[in-house]
């Protein structure tokens, strides 16, 4: 089995899917690896690199796609809405796609891989369990994106974060408060502590409290009890207009005695709440700071313009966007491992075996047989349900 690793097309992204040091693991399992030349640069990762450690370098985009009898990626067409379809014709039916593809985002585009006859695999479906961890890009992703905005905050903020004791007198701490205490959440709050900062968090799951606290954050408590606050997989659930009003009323004195507050409530495939209002905004001291992580899907703060940087009543609101790819060399090294985890998981024999009995397989499988095959993706667009398929996949 070939496996290609092109070059990523999206504006501005530095990552590469696999990084030359999980190359010898694929090549023990079985595997030959195809790179196309310059992909891993930007990321820090030369082609003598990848050269070195037995893969071989390509210099044409479409000689990878046509050598490949699978394919990895970061940003897939799907979570590529920019320059992603430029590699739907280089698919071909029964080549293998790795990587994020935006599985709750535009049914078209999944239409699209499937009419190819790919077998797609979303690294965002992977199942949030002890035995799928070592492959949770998502949550890795998610880790350099809470500690980048902590770092982008205390550039941004016109206050340094530790407390000082100095001959010209105390300097306070600064205070950091985050909104939605999942991966992201929980390391920014580690973030801000290791910089010297007061950090507090709110999430509505009352099983985040416990992890904030083993952090050295405070949990904010509001009089506010939430409706099946998490899925099954444990993200927080959606909740309806009433809740989010009562609940923006509730934060705004927090808000307003933050320094810095970096948003991070996210519900897979729904627009994120907007819990930090205009007012919020306008209640905060001049010079504070918002990062909010979920400007992508149109953000937690009413204020927040995706990709932008602007200040609103003195206080900087950073929309900032594919932040993990601002942390390139670390950001790729994580994902590879989790990728090259996820292939290691599906090789026998030195080919791919499909077993949909499998639930780490059946849940990231997304596109086969020129169909959208996965089931909560089908029930998200309210798709009929397909027929049952068999255990097997098959060998690829």
Known sequence: ??????????????????????????????????????????????????????????????????????????????????????????????????????????LDTLKDIAGRGVTSFSVELMPRTTRAQSMDALSSMATICGYKAVVIAADTLPRIFPMLTTAAGTITPGRVLVIGAGVAGLQAIATARRLGAVASAYDLRPAAKEQVLSLGGRFVELPLEARDAEDASGYARAQDESFYQRQRELLARVVAESDVVITAAVIPGKKPPALVTREMVAGMAPGSVIVDLAAERGGNCELTRAGEKIVASGVTIIGVLNLASTVPYHASQMYARNVSAFLLHMAKDGKLHLDRDDEIIRETLLTHGGEVVNARVREFFSLPVLATAPADGGNR
């Open 1 to 106: 089995m070939i496996v290609g690793v092109p070059r990523e097309i999206f504006p501005g992204e530095r990552r590469v899917a696999l990084v030359p040091a999980v190359i010898p693991g694929l090549t023990k399992a079985g595997f030959e690896v195809v790179v196309e030349a310059g992909a891993g640069a930007e990321a820090g990762y030369p082609d003598k690199d990848y050269a070195a450690k037995g893969a071989r370098i390509l210099a044409e985009r479409a000689k990878v796609f046509g050598t490949a009898d699978v394919v990895v990626q970061v940003l897939c067409y799907g979570s590529n809405d920019q320059t992603g379809k430029d590699d739907l014709p280089l698919l071909r039916r029964d080549q293998v796609l790795i990587g994020f593809l935006r599985p709750l985002g535009s």
